[in-house]
């Protein structure tokens, strides 16, 4: 079945410091993808829509300055925590929406952890 | 504003025990329903989906799910669980015309042999 592979699983950084998560399809192209984040004991909170080759769309209330999203190809899209503080230590996972028949494929998820 | 409740937030039970898992959701219009099954250290996965069509949906692994329109519910049910199916489970919902998933707070549950 269809791959979405994010990397990495966790990483900690110091506070301030800038943090790149990568989310790939493996076998099929996704002209759209959505990262979410997820505190402790809540739910999966969508942060922003990206699409191939445009600006990607924000959720009210997400900063597009601090979380930067680069769609640049079908099968990448990235998410870079610019500036990251311990307020934005949470787990981050991406999903992939499949063009060919429209299935959704999650990746496994990026732990941060900022110090 | 769409919003999903997932009443028990975690679950134990033996093997062969009876599974039911609440969800309500609030939205007016038409929307598509799914159950999302992270198993321990996997990605989510899809576990069934609900479009159009019989409310009774099938799963894999043999989970079922009813959606009830008048309750706003679409309840996640299994008749013997396994120690297996110890996962998190999250109930997911969007409206119609729009591809964003609104998420429940999901359900912990741990089967014992």
Known sequence: GAVVSQHPSWVICKSGTSVKIECRSLDF????????????????????TSNEGSKATYE?????????????SLTLSTLTVTSAHPEDSSFYICSARDFGDEKLFFGSGTQLSVL | ???????????ILSEAASLELGCNYSYGGTVN????????????????????????VKGIKGFEAEFIKSKFSFN??????????????????????????????????????
Not at chain 1, 35 to 42: E, L, S
Not at chain 2, 39 to 46: A, I, R, S, T, V
Request: glycine content about 4%.
């Open chain 1, 29 to 48: 192209q996704a002209t759209t993808m959505f990262w979410y984040r997820q505190f402790p004991k809540q739910s999966l909170m969508l942060m922003a």
């Open chain 1, 60 to 72: 009210q209330g997400v900063e597009k300055d601090k979380f930067l999203i680069n769609h640049a």
């Open chain 2, 1 to 11: 504003a769409q919003s999903v409740s997932q009443h028990n937030h975690h679950v």
């Open chain 2, 33 to 56: 329903l799914f159950w999302y099954v992270q198993y321990p250290g996997q990605h989510l996965q899809l576990l069934l989906k609900y479009f159009s069509g019989d409310p009774l």
């Open chain 2, 76 to 113: 996640l049910r299994k008749p013997s669980v396994q120690w297996s199916d110890t996962a998190e489970y999250f109930c997911a919902v969007n409206s119609y015309n729009t591809d964003k998933l609104i998420f429940g707070t999901g359900t912990r549950l741990q089967v014992f042999p």
